[in-house]
């Protein structure tokens, strides 16, 4: 008999298509970090630019860590399809994606797996994010995620808060790390999300996270989010934005349902955010900026009663 090989703490999935340009600069970025117990599954979509020969590379280069895959036929089966088969073949109990044309500081899984074992209650773990353009000699931008930070919200706290149907910035891919438990529990990411959809492929998935888990933001700041013109935002941001965004707002009404979710609070923000399509002159006096600044006010409260509650207990 022979004993199983230990599996990974952490399964890093990178899913690429045509990314010759970025994909090397993000492979170093997460073979340099300081935590070492991960793997990194390597899922081509169907690339015809170079980026399966360097992947491959990778792969035979690093073998002890690195494994590539590819669909069938080497055919594109969209981004989710590709993230959901990169964390079917790992087997770390905590997933992180990172993007190809994306980068991550050396201390992103050290720190991120720190908060997970300070926090075992945590399903999924998110920071700051970095809008880099300086790459290309423009001007960085820091932003901060979540709502409330350095706490761990309640299933359904950020649901309502962070976009897209609160006012607050979502994580991207490349920031967050999740449970494997919770990934499994609320099915990936959904599939149907191709073409102009993959804009919201990522909010698809979090949006069943935030409802089914508990989310922790911090300000610590992990990944580099590389701006640029091929990207899957800026392909069909412009163009398809609104249209995209009303299918999403239509899915996710479906997915409240089938969850049988009944709380008013998220039902509420859903028709706020559906309003912008029916009228959108209501919509722009909820938009207003004293509105918005009693929502924002949502964040401290939050953070005062759990304060106080802790400070009361036993």
Known sequence: MTASPARPRVTIVVIFLNAAAYLAEALDSALAQTFRDFEIILVDDGSNDGSTELARGYARQHSAKVRYLEHPGHVNQGMSASRNAGAAAGGGDLIAFLDADDFWEPCKLAEQV????????????????????????????????????????????????????????????????????????VGGFEESFRGPMQMYEDQAFLSKAYLAGRAYFCDRLWVKYRIHDQSCMAMYKSD??????????????????????????????????ELAYRNPRLHAVIQSAFV???????????????????????
């Open 114 to 185: 720190g908060l997970f074992d300070a926090h075992p209650e945590a399903d999924l773990v998110a920071g700051a994010e970095l809008e880099w353009r300086s790459w290309q000699g423009g001007l960085d931008k820091r932003l901060s995620t979540g709502f409330v930070r350095d706490l761990v919200l309640e299933r359904g706290e950020a649901t309502t808060a962070v976009y897209p149907l609160g006012y607050f910035k979502a994580p991207c891919p490349s920031n967050f790390m999740v449970r494997r438990a919770l990934f499994n529990t």
């Open 240 to 273: 398809h934005y609104d249209h995209t965004r009303q299918r999403f707002l239509q899915w996710l009404r479906s997915y409240l349902k089938t969850m049988r979710v009944g709380s008013p609070r998220i039902w509420m923000a859903l028709w706020r955010a």
């Open 292 to 314: 918005r600044k009693l929502y924002h006010g949502l964040g401290r409260g939050v953070r005062n009663l759990r304060r106080g509650a802790a400070a009361g207990s036993p």
